[in-house]
T-cell receptor, first 116, second 114 residues
Framework: GAVVSQHPSWVICKSGTSVKIECRSLDFQATTMFWYRQFPKQSLMLMATSNEGSKATYEQGVEKDKFLINHASLTLSTLTVTSAHPEDSSFYIC????????????FGQGTRLTVV | DQQVKQNSPSLSVQEGRISILNCDYTNSMFDYFLWYKKYPAEGPTFLISISSIKDKNEDGRFTVFLNKSAKHLSLHIVPSQPGDSAVYFCAAREGMDSSYKLIFGSGTRLLVRP
């Protein structure tokens, strides 16, 4: 299957700082990328959907000024957690799709963010 | 309100027997359903999917059944192997073209006992 690479796999940061997470599609052009967040023992919660070259669409309850998403190219999307707080600590996962027919929605490895 | 529900948080099965994981949904507009397997601290990996126009899809040891009238789908794994132990997420596709998104259930943790 297609490969989606997410970096870093884990990060620890101080409260008040910003953290950037990258999501790359390595062998296909990702027209759409999705960002999810998973709390312990809970489901994957969709945060936002981004299409290359346009603004991300955020789900209800997700602060767009806190979780900045950039999808500047067909192979790269970034999620920046701004002014991180301990409650932002979570597991963040991206997925990428090349088209509507690609229903497999390949996932990255995830990023464990810990804010101290 | 959860649109995709996996009511069993965990399931334990003996190796070699069948594992049946269930999923219910409420939105009749979902047109595609997928099952993902997830290990701790990793992203989900795709297992199998089914279109809403079908009622069964089989791939090796994995079979997904869809009952549209009951808004219910299930994943059958047979024979179950210890390596199948993981969390399984059911997902439904909402929307069309480039605006689609996946709605996930809460997951079922499967343990296959040797």
């Amino acid at each position: 299957g297609a490969v989606v690479s997410q970096h870093p796999s884990w990060v620890i940061c101080k409260s008040g700082t910003s953290v950037k997470i990258e999501c790359r599609s390595l062998d296909f052009q990702a027209t759409t990328m999705f960002w999810y967040r998973q709390f312990p023992k809970q489901s994957l919660m969709l945060m936002a959907t981004s299409n290359e070259g346009s603004k991300a669409t955020y789900e209800q309850g997700v602060e767009k000024d806190k979780f900045l998403i950039n999808h500047a190219s067909l192979t790269l999307s970034t999620l920046t957690v701004t002014s991180a707080h301990p409650e932002d600590s979570s597991f963040y996962i991206c997925s990428a799709s090349g088209s509507a027919e690609n229903t497999e929605a390949f996932f990255g490895q995830g990023t464990r963010l810990t804010v101290v | 309100d959860q649109q995709v529900k996996q009511n069993s948080p965990s399931l334990s099965v003996q190796e070699g027997r069948i594992s049946i994981l269930n999923c219910d949904y409420t939105n009749s507009m979902f047109d595609y359903f997928l099952w993902y397997k997830k290990y701790p601290a990793e992203g989900p990996t795709f297992l199998i999917s089914i279109s809403s126009i079908k009622d069964k899809n089989e791939d090796g040891r994995f079979t997904v059944f869809l009952n549209k009238s009951a808004k219910h789908l299930s994943l059958h794994i047979v024979p179950s192997q210890p390596g199948d132990s993981a969390v399984y997420f059911c997902a439904a596709r909402e929307g069309m073209d480039s605006s689609y998104k996946l709605i996930f259930g809460s997951g079922t943790r499967l343990l296959v006992r040797p």
